[in-house]
Structure formats: structure tokens, C-alpha cells
T-cell receptor
Framework: AQTVTQSQPEMSVQEAETVTLSCTYDTSESDYYLFWYKQPPSRQMILVIRQEAYKQQNATENRFSVNFQKAAKSFSLKISDSQLGDAAMYFC????????????????FGQGTILTVHP | KAGVTQTPRYLIKTRGQQVTLSCSPISGHRSVSWYQQTPGQGLQFLFEYFSETQRNKGNFPGRFSGRQFSNSRSEMNVSTLELGDSALYLCASYRGGGQSSYNEQFFGPGTRLTVL
């Protein structure tokens, strides 16, 4: 079974600064997807960024980028130029992608990191 | 395009009762997954339905069940409620199809269930 670990229960950053959230995972599969989701106080889960394991290039979405280290099973999220609206709980998630398995759309989540942004 | 909707948004029940939660996916999406979110256990996968068939199930007791209708709408039912069932229940929809293809999953706003 896959596991996802977020070792930082809470992080804080000053507005306009950069912060990095950590995530490690454990899997024996070679083909999978990794995601970062954001859950603001409204509880609406929003996809921030995704990474396909077969792609070596790190994904980037505007101010959000990842550092994907497949061998180390590490998937960190960097938020640049932090904004007050970035304050939320961030979840790292894993989804199997290989054919022949039974995981389909199942997401395995980490415990989450609460991000506070100070003005 | 309308997002994923969940009803009701809030629910208060007492121990021993049963409850049914509803999820309407985005139009064209055939897969619906359910998750339970609690402060202690985090986000845990309950089950996934695709074209009216359950194709994956998490590690929850049989009191938790679900179904999907021909229009892809899904319901989950919890019988004989326990205090520990108090949680935010989230559903997510995506197009589905082959496991090897990426499909973004969209989440609903959740149903907050409180068991007294």
C-alpha cells in the first residue's frame, strides 16, 4: 500500500516571500501521479499542481512549482511571492497510474500542512 | 459548467440513526469517489463508483455503503451512526475511463456530519 507523509504540520511565511512544503511518499509502483491540493477555510479542495512520475521535468503553475525527486520519493511544493490568499491547508496526494492495478481514481493523502501567510 | 454539488451541506444526527449523503458530479463525469475527513485520521478514501459499479473500496466497516445512478449521481449511506462518524464527507468526480489516463478530479464542498 502507498503512504504519503507530510512532516510539517504547520508552516508560516511573510507575504511576498517564498516557502517550501515537504512531502515524501512510499510506493513500489513505477507509474503514478502526485498532486498538491489546497483546502482553504471554506473546505473546498482545489488542485494546485500535478506531476506525472514518468516526466522528469518539474511541474510549474504560475507561482507554484514542485521539486520531484523520484529516486528519493520526495515531492515538495514551492510557493513564490506568497499572497494572503495562499493561506490554507495543503495536502500532498498520490494516485496510481499503472495498468493492471485496482486503484483507479483513489487518492492517498498526506496529513496536511497548515500554511499561514503574514502580511 | 457547474461544479460538483453535495447535499446537504450540514447534517446533525444522533447515534444509531442512519444518514444518506448525495453527490452530483460535473456533467460528463462518470466516476465519483468519496472521502472522509477528520482531524485525527485526515482524508481517507471510502469508495469509488464508475458507471454504476463500485470499483474500489477503502478500509471502512460495512456500515458505510454507496451507490451510483445511471445519471452518475452518487449517494453514500452510513447506518447505525457512531460518534466517530462525525466528519466532513467529500466527494470528487472525474471523467473516469482507463486507469492509465490522467483525469483531473474535482471536489465538492463537502457535507459536514455531526453525530450526537
Amino acid at each position: 500500500a502507498q503512504t504519503v507523509t507530510q512532516s510539517q504540520p504547520e508552516m508560516s511565511v511573510q507575504e511576498a516571500e517564498t516557502v517550501t512544503l515537504s512531502c515524501t511518499y512510499d510506493t513500489s509502483e513505477s507509474d503514478y501521479y502526485l498532486f498538491w491540493y489546497k483546502q482553504p477555510p471554506s473546505r473546498q479542495m482545489i488542485l494546485v499542481i500535478r506531476q506525472e512520475a514518468y516526466k522528469q521535468q518539474n511541474a510549474t503553475e504560475n507561482r507554484f512549482s514542485v521539486n520531484f525527486q523520484k529516486a528519493a520519493k520526495s515531492f515538495s511544493l514551492k510557493i513564490s511571492d506568497s499572497q494572503l490568499g495562499d493561506a490554507a491547508m495543503y495536502f500532498c496526494a498520490y494516485r496510481s497510474a499503472g495498468a493492471g492495478g485496482t486503484s483507479y481514481g483513489k487518492l492517498t493523502f498526506g496529513q496536511g500542512t497548515i500554511l499561514t501567510v503574514h502580511p | 459548467k457547474a461544479g460538483v454539488t453535495q447535499t446537504p451541506r450540514y447534517l446533525i444526527k444522533t447515534r444509531g440513526q442512519q444518514v444518506t449523503l448525495s453527490c452530483s458530479p460535473i456533467s460528463g463525469h462518470r466516476s465519483v469517489s468519496w472521502y472522509q475527513q477528520t482531524p485525527g485520521q485526515g482524508l481517507q478514501f471510502l469508495f469509488e463508483y464508475f458507471s454504476e459499479t463500485q470499483r474500489n473500496k477503502g478500509n471502512f466497516p460495512g456500515r458505510f455503503s454507496g451507490r451510483q445512478f445511471s445519471n452518475s449521481r452518487s449517494e453514500m449511506n452510513v447506518s447505525t451512526l457512531e460518534l466517530g462518524d462525525s466528519a466532513l464527507y467529500l466527494c470528487a468526480s472525474y471523467r473516469g475511463g482507463g486507469q492509465s489516463s490522467y483525469n483531473e478530479q474535482f471536489f465538492g464542498p463537502g457535507t459536514r456530519l455531526t453525530v450526537l
